[in-house]
């Protein structure tokens, strides 16, 4: 249809125009600093509870052919969005038909509340587990034995992806179990089934640990957290209950759940009025398993790593999953054109919303995230061949690091995050900013780089000196009362005139000294400056009205 290839190409521009300046996230900026040496078991260690086999792999042949430039990730996220929204568009067709097919699709390209997975490219991996369970479920649905063939081995990928796809392989197996021909075509999903469980087995015993992210008894807490889920998935549709908050602080959809609440109510009892007027048909079966084994799976792993129903990443699967089952409630009966235009208005008004939803996640993932992760990763690389192995940028003063998550994966690996990252980005280029990138980029910025930089090359004051007088340059007070002057090559003595005790702070890339390098009364100090990669001296400022300032060598 002309409206839905419409519909892609704007919802590619928007992906690529809102992931732009982006870099990786927490989980694939550990995947990026691990690939120089993945081998096959590596890649087959769980990622927090999750089996990623096919997305370590995708990332070790992306990075070895065509280097760090995240560029690619952000074309292949572009590409999972419209593949995904169309596999569901094929699969609603076939049952609603085009029309009313076409409005949740439109719906499903610029899903803001799912902004972490429309706008990250960390999306690829969970959206490619849903796309290859529609697609299972698309493949079952022609009864064929291509069909079939097709359904197992876009089940045992979607196994290997993401547990997105898990809900899908149950599915699959309720089809066939409720078929005629069960025991003929149940090989379809116990194939996958068998390879999945023999790598949760295997997995378990070798103490790799995809049970410590399951508290199983928190499955008696799956009507609450279904609940909630349900609701965050109706505020999501409609486009109601948008917080008018700040942009999310983290992975928030930054959707109030209270209307959502009320909404999930008339829902239910919409559904049991259809159960009781209709019964439950096969389809509505399948259906209903999808999100119901997600939300399930989500209790399980209730209150592990913060996880919550209210997180953006939950919302997506959820969304697609509920879709379905209204997809089948409304199958073979066609809609008067009042009501679907009643529809497309009230999804107009939600696809409003959903792009301010993914407007406001941008600005967190560009402004808050990347420019902080790129800024310290730049650091690192400037300081390449001083900075220390086992350099941690979350643990030393004042940090407030946005790479905890990737350090912290790393360092449970018993791994030297930041040696790690520095052969990584040695082999497949760096993911920071490059100098003149740096310099182009906001105050905020340019001053993380110094903290995070100085703090790698352990810019600190020692006492030394006296050095030789002759050499040496007095620099008077600003109006403000600042003496402030480059330093030379490698550093240099210092002395205030002043007797009161005041503190030296140091600049580089910002406009304002911030970094505090410790304090000067009446005696000399040495403050070494090792070198690095980047021409730009650093500047020394102290609260005095004459700075002496001699070279180290």
């Not at 992306?62 to 572009?78: P, S």
């Not at 993911?431 to 990138?437: D, L, R």
């Not at 890339?509 to 070198?531: I, M, N, Q, R």
Request: hydrophobic share 50%; charged share 15%.
């Amino acid at each position: 249809m002309i409206l839905l290839a419409l519909a892609m190409v704007c919802s590619t521009a928007t992906v690529l125009w809102l992931s732009r300046g982006g870099t990786y996230w927490h989980d694939d900026l550990a995947w990026f600093m691990y690939t120089p040496g993945l081998s096959l078991s590596d890649a087959l260690e769980p990622h927090y509870g999750h089996l990623v086999l096919m997305p370590r792999l995708l990332y070790k042949a992306v990075l070895e052919t065509l280097g760090a430039d995240y560029v690619t990730f952000r074309v292949l996220l572009a590409i999972a969005v419209t593949s995904t929204a169309g596999l569901f568009f094929v699969y609603a067709r076939r049952r609603v038909g085009d029309l009313a097919a076409l409005i949740p699709t439109v719906l499903l390209l610029f899903l803001g509340a799912a902004w972490v997975h429309l706008v990250i490219p960390t999306g690829v991996t969970v959206l490619s587990g849903v796309a290859l369970g529609l697609g299972a479920l698309i493949g079952l649905d022609r009864g064929d034995r291509r069909g079939d063939v097709a359904a197992c081995v876009l089940l045992c990928v979607g196994a290997a992806t993401y547990s997105t796809a898990i809900p899908y392989l149950v599915a699959s197996g309720v089809a066939i179990m409720i078929a005629p021909n069960r025991l003929r075509r149940s090989w379809i999903f116990l194939i996958p089934l068998g390879l999945y469980a023999t790598w949760f087995v295997l997995a378990r015993q070798a103490g790799a640990g995809p049970g410590d992210q399951v508290d199983f008894v928190n499955v008696l807490l799956a009507p609450e957290w279904a609940l909630d889920s349900f609701a965050l998935v109706l505020s999501s549709l409609s486009g109601l209950g948008y917080s008018f908050s700040d942009a999310p602080a983290g992975a928030e959809a930054n959707i109030d759940l209270e209307t959502g609440r009320v909404l999930a109510v008339a829902a239910l009892v919409g559904l049991a009025w259809h159960v009781r007027r209709r019964g439950i048909s096969a389809g509505l079966w399948v259906a209903l398993a999808v999100p119901l084994v997600y939300w399930t799976m989500g209790a399980g792993a209730a209150g592990i790593e913060a996880r919550v129903p209210e997180l953006s990443r939950y919302v997506y699967p959820g969304v697609v999953g509920v879709l379905l089952v209204v997809v089948e409630v409304f199958r073979d009966r066609r809609l008067p054109l009042r009501w679907l235009g009643a529809i497309a208005a009230v999804a107009a008004l939600a696809l409003a919303t959903n792009l301010i939803l993914l407007r406001d996640g941008a600005r967190h993932y560009r402004g808050t995230y990347s420019g902080d992760a790129r800024a310290q990763l730049t650091a690192f690389d400037l300081a390449r061949g001083t900075v220390s192995p086992d350099f941690d940028p979350t643990l030393f003063e004042g940090s407030t690091s946005v790479l905890g998550s990737a350090w912290s994966a790393l360092r449970r690996a018993g791994e030297q995050p930041t040696a790690t990252y520095l052969d990584a980005s040695s082999r497949y280029g760096s993911p920071g900013f490059s100098v003149p990138e740096l310099e182009r980029q906001s105050e905020t910025v340019r001053a993380r780089t110094d903290v995070v930089l100085a703090a790698a090359l352990e810019l600190s004051l020692e006492s030394g000196g006296p050095p030789d007088e002759r050499r040496c340059e007095s620099v008077s007070a600003s109006a403000g009362g600042t003496s402030s002057s480059p330093l030379p090559a490698g550093g240099a003595y210092l002395r205030a005139r002043d007797p009161a005790t005041t503190a030296v702070r140091v600049r580089r890339f910002a406009t304002l000294a911030t970094v505090s390098v410790g304090t000067l009364s009446g005696d000399w100090v040495e403050l070494k400056v090792p070198s690095d990669d980047s021409p730009n001296p650093w500047y020394v400022s102290v609260d005095a009205r004459e700075l002496e300032l001699c070279p180290l060598d």
